[in-house]
């Protein structure tokens, strides 16, 4: 028995390091370890640098901004990607997208959540307990009052 545990070991080393495995989280030790995601909605292989596969993920939140909901702990870089998504939504009027900035808002409840811009988990955290609605729409206008430096919501 000892022997097939150390082939079954061996072999699962080698699909790694050849890619063949899918991973839903950064690598030990790394600066966003607790960041998490679903496999089954984002393809990235193991043998991705760190780097590499913050870039798909963004990406993936940048083509589809629903799959934001199936990170935990999403890096500043990733919750950048949604804002830019909330931004352009709301630059092109119509309803805002409350749905994005509900997600946004369930990712800080975790205190693994690094903060993305100075001042966001404070925002977030400043109407807990309010309901969902009225904490979307403080997100919002506490977005629409930032810098234009930041990027993120700029009102005309």
């Known amino acids: 028995m000892p022997l097939l545990d150390t082939i079954s070991s061996l072999l699962g080393r080698a699909s790694r390091a050849l890619g063949l495995e899918t991973v839903d989280a950064f ?3 790394h600066r966003y370890a607790h960041t998490r995601w679903d496999k089954a909605y984002f393809d990235i292989p193991s043998d991705w640098k760190p780097e590499r ?3 798909a993920v ?3 939140i940048t083509n589809t901004p629903s799959v934001f909901a199936y990170i935990a702990h999403p890096t500043p870089r990733m919750q950048r990607a949604l804002l830019a ?3 352009a939504r709301l630059r092109r009027g119509g309803t805002p997208p409350n749905d994005l ?3 946004l808002i369930d990712a800080y409840a975790s205190p693994r959540t690094p903060e993305a811009m100075p001042g966001l ?3 977030i955290a400043s109407n807990l307990g309010y309901d969902p609605s009225m904490r979307v729409a403080h997100l919002a206008a506490w977005l629409a009052d930032m810098p234009a430096a930041f990027d993120v ?3 005309a």
């Open 85 to 87: 998504v909330i931004h």
């Open 101 to 103: 900035l509900a997600m």
């Open 153 to 155: 919501i700029d009102f």
């Open 53 to 55: 596969i913050e870039q």
């Open 27 to 29: 690598p030990p030790g």
């Open 58 to 60: 963004s990406e993936a």
């Open 121 to 123: 988990r404070a925002a």
